[in-house]
């Protein structure tokens, strides 16, 4: 069965970075187009990337472009966002997702929180 | 922009209720790629609706969905406790674009 493992959340102070990373198994990775959604505290639901399974496509939400990098390693399964510059408004869970067909995410994994603050 | 939903939904145990979800023609209208997801407290969101009207293995009939122009909507038939949680639609919004989320709305199960 499909599972995703976000980890790498934690306590971070504005301006700093942090990676996160999402670990796949039950399908063939490579062959997918992953997500990065995140949600803040009592918040809806915000899109922040997608990265097409040979990484050659990829785009980041105006929040957060030139500040995160989303990428993924095929051999071992990985995606992973990269967070620098971080800010207050920043801070949510952050889930990795596997689509389903455009635009939708059909596996969520359990979600990582980052909390940025000082 | 976010897409529209109510903020809040209700019906009694055996009803059903209907949650709508308005976009524009450059999302919702255009494309056939609406999704709903269904999220309890502290849980990963879920997949309950795709493509409009398709649901996922494993997701009862009783949730259905479609779509009329530039709205869509999402009907839980038979209402059951366990229904209780927040729903969010979803959009596809054209190619090289990320999707868009609505803001969610609460059923709540009276």
């Known amino acids: 069965q499909v599972q995703l493992v976000e980890s790498g959340g934690g306590l971070v102070e504005p301006g700093g970075s942090l990676r996160l990373s999402c670990v796949a198994s039950g399908f063939t990775f490579s062959d997918y187009y992953m997500y990065w959604i995140r949600q803040a505290p009592g918040k809806g639901l915000e899109w922040i990337s997608y990265?097409?399974?040979?990484?050659?496509?990829?785009n980041h939400a105006d929040s957060v472009k030139g500040r995160f990098t989303t990428s993924r390693d095929n051999a071992k399964n990985s995606l992973y966002l990269q967070m620098n510059s971080l800010r207050g408004e920043d801070t949510a869970v952050y889930y990795c997702?596997?689509?389903?067909?455009?635009?939708?995410?059909?596996?969520w994994g359990q979600g990582t929180l980052v909390t940025v603050s000082s | 922009s976010a897409l529209t939903q109510p903020p809040s939904a209700s019906g009694s145990p055996g009803q059903s209720v209907t949650i709508s979800c308005t976009g524009t023609s450059s999302d919702v209208g255009g494309y056939n790629y609406v999704s709903w997801y269904q999220q309890h407290p502290g849980k990963a969101p879920k997949l309950m609706i795709y493509e409009v009207n398709k649901r996922p293995s494993g997701v009862p009939d009783r949730f259905s969905g479609s779509k009329s122009g530039n709205t869509a909507s999402l009907t839980v038939s038979g209402l059951q406790a366990e229904d209780e949680a927040d729903y969010y639609c979803?959009?596809?919004?054209?190619?090289?674009?990320?999707?868009?989320f609505g803001g969610g709305t609460k059923l709540t199960v009276l």
């Open positions: 990265i097409s399974g040979n990484s050659d496509a990829t």
């Open positions: 979803g959009s596809f919004a054209g190619h090289n674009n990320l999707g868009v």
């Open positions: 997702a596997k689509r389903q067909s455009a635009a939708t995410p059909g596996y």
